[in-house]
């Protein structure tokens, strides 16, 4: 089946908002096997929306729109898709009911044009909402599909994995499944070359690399005419991809970002870990402390942005700041056992660096970052050179602080023969 996106407001076109909607709906849909040719975006403008709609509903099996469900007099999505389907509105009664006792939940006045909402196109299934006032649209006519989905991403996300993914998964002819094995230490032109034969050579199943910061993502595709063979047939390449991949694979879990992965394995080693940053000034300790679970190992996260505090805190040696500066491999180790000293931890990561724009030099340019962890008496150091703005290096650093500090679990962390 293929399936078309497009995304309503103007919102959108002025760039007032990030369109995270549609990188959820595209990777959904392909994870649900559907083809996706297009996606659009479009004003709250009904002329441009219904020729845009039309457009799409010669030329794909599955509709998707977002947005343009709320209230007001420029809400006009339901409408349009209602004419362009044929199909007259009609007051949902469940709907009606589901508004008025959301809004007096919120301790809001109903005013007469929250009922709008309550309007859907004859016929239709509709897609109740307990996240927000507007209920979603799904017309079927003729062999297309048209599925209206509200705009807001807490209301939006769950509406489609509830009711939508599982109706258009039984739509489809084959059982279409993936499994995601992540990589991190590894840029996306390098595994695409350790696996290009693989590539070259697949039909059913597919494998496809994504790059994300500091990570390469590997998903595996297979179609089978039942669920259990499509598993049968991604079995031999994901144990392939773990075979050539080796510890560069941390999970094959799509949910469990490197930040888990790292706590889960702080925690199975039974180590503590501290933090140490100065370029990125607190994002590390930031990313851990979003594990849940994670004050189980967590002990103490130190942003020293200066040299004073890298000396007073850390026990940074004025010798080394002044010799070989703050942004050097000898600092950078200075920090990490010093983090680790100070809260008594058995590992600790630590970051400094240029990120920019400025105070870079010839020797030592914007993005240059060094990073070194301590674990178990022993330490590992390395140097980073990344391009892109501020906010892009300090990602950078931070994912690869993650992936040091997991690359330093699994060659000390079982050491047992130091203590503080």
């Known amino acids: 089946m293929t399936v078309e996106l497009i995304c309503v407001g103007t919102e959108l076109l002025l760039g007032n908002i990030v369109n995270t909607n549609a990188a959820f709906l595209a990777e959904k849909c392909a994870q649900l ?11 709250d403008n ?51 009911a589901e508004i008025e006792r959301t809004l007096a939940k919120l301790g809001r006045d109903i005013t007469e044009n929250n009922w709008k909402q309550a309007l859907v196109p004859e016929g239709c299934k509709v897609l109740y909402n307990p996240n927000g006032t507007a209920p979603g649209i799904l017309m079927e006519e003729e062999g297309t599909c048209v599925i209206l989905l509200p705009g807001p991403p807490n209301e939006l996300i769950p509406m489609f994995e509830d009711q939508v993914a599982p109706y258009l998964e039984k739509k489809q002819p084959q059982a279409i499944r993936s499994k995601m094995v992540k990589l991190c230490g590894i840029g996306e032109s390098a595994a695409e070359t350790r696996i290009l034969d693989l590539i070259d050579a697949q039909k059913n199943p597919t494998i496809a690399p994504y790059a994300k910061t500091g990570e390469v993502h590997l998903r595996i595709t297979a179609r ?25 694979a941390y999970t094959d879990d799509p949910n469990v970002t490197l930040e888990q992965a790292v706590v889960e394995m702080l925690k199975a080693h039974g180590l503590t870990v501290a933090t140490a940053e100065s370029c990125t000034g607190g994002l590390l300790a930031g990313r851990l ?132």
């Open 46 to 96: 009904p002329g441009r929306l219904e020729g845009l709609l039309r457009e799409a509903v010669g030329r794909s099996d599955v509709v998707l729109l977002s947005g343009g469900l709320g209230p007001t007099e420029d809400d006009l999505t339901k409408e349009t898709a209602a004419k362009v389907m044929g199909k007259p509105l009609v007051e949902d009664a469940r709907a009606r």
């Open 224 to 248: 089978a005419e039942e669920e259990s063979r499509a598993y049968e047939m991604i079995r031999p390449v994901e144990e392939e991809l773990r075979r050539r991949f080796g510890d560069l």
């Open 33 to 43: 096997g559907l083809s996706m040719y297009y996606q659009s975006v479009v004003g």
């Open 289 to 420: 402390v979003n594990v849940p679970g994670v004050s189980d190992c967590f002990k103490e996260g130190y942003v020293t942005y200066s040299n004073q505090a890298k000396e007073k805190l850390l026990g940074v040696s004025a010798e080394s700041l002044k010799e070989h500066g703050a942004v050097s491999p000898q600092v950078a180790e200075e920090m990490a056992v010093g983090g680790a000293k100070a809260a008594g931890a058995d590992a600790c990561v630590a970051v400094t660096g240029i990120a920019g724009p400025d105070g870079g030099t010839a020797e030592k340019p914007v993005g240059l970052v060094y990073l070194s962890c301590f674990c178990k008496g022993k330490v590992l150091t390395v140097k980073k050179q990344y391009t892109g703005n501020r906010g892009k290096v300090r990602e950078y650093a931070v994912a690869s602080a993650l992936t040091l500090l997991r690359k330093a679990i699994l060659e000390y962390g079982r050491r047992t023969d130091v203590e503080w």
